[in-house]
């Protein structure tokens, strides 16, 4: 079932903002990333950023009546963060915990709140109302949001950015999901 789209004109507009970041800003930095820093780097930061999460998505599993599920992240985070070297090594998934990335937009729906009309959010992309909104009460889970020092809270942002964009800027960008993208 497609999402009702009553900003499809506004929607347009950033859509193709969003395309000319991606080529001038996003693609070379992330093009960049991966030619300087060696591949185990690169798991290791990205490894390091999703197991700080776990704790978030812990959370959510336990709100959407996932108790056990919620139990064995909040695990993972304990494992990876003690014998995996802060989370730089991802043992648990050996060990039988795999990774679950729950936010609060997945509880909303769990508890049948619907999407609301489908958005496309300047530098981040497709969403819907409700992941809009979810995303706020995230970051009251992102432990980045914990640190007080501007500097080091600074320094994270592209750091995560950066380590994730190998992921996100793939041969097709992430906002290129738009449903529309055939006929645009």
């Not at 903002?17 to 960049?32: I, R, W």
């Amino acid at each position: 079932m497609a999402q009702p789209d009553p900003l499809e004109p506004v929607n347009r507009k950033i859509f193709s903002f969003n395309e000319g970041v991606d080529q001038v800003v996003l693609q070379p930095a992330a093009k960049a990333y991966k030619t300087v820093v060696p591949d185990v780097a690169q798991t290791g930061v990205n490894n390091f950023f999703s197991n700080w999460q776990n704790p978030w998505s812990s959370v959510n599993l336990m709100l959407q009546g996932r108790v056990g599920e919620g139990m064995t992240t909040l695990a993972r985070f304990g494992t990876n963060t003690t014998v995996g070297a802060l989370g730089f090594v991802d043992v648990a998934s050996g060990w039988g915990m795999p990774q679950r990335k729950e936010d609060f937009g997945l509880t909303l729906d769990t508890w049948g709140v619907g999407t609301g009309p489908y958005l496309v959010m300047p530098l981040f992309g497709p969403s819907n109302a409700r992941d809009v909104f979810a995303s706020q009460v995230d970051g009251l889970g992102n432990p980045k949001n914990q640190i007080s020092s501007v500097s080091v809270k600074n320094s994270l942002t592209p750091s995560r950015w950066s380590a994730s964009a190998p992921t996100i800027w793939g041969p097709a960008n992430w906002w290129t999901r738009w449903p529309w993208t055939s006929i645009c």
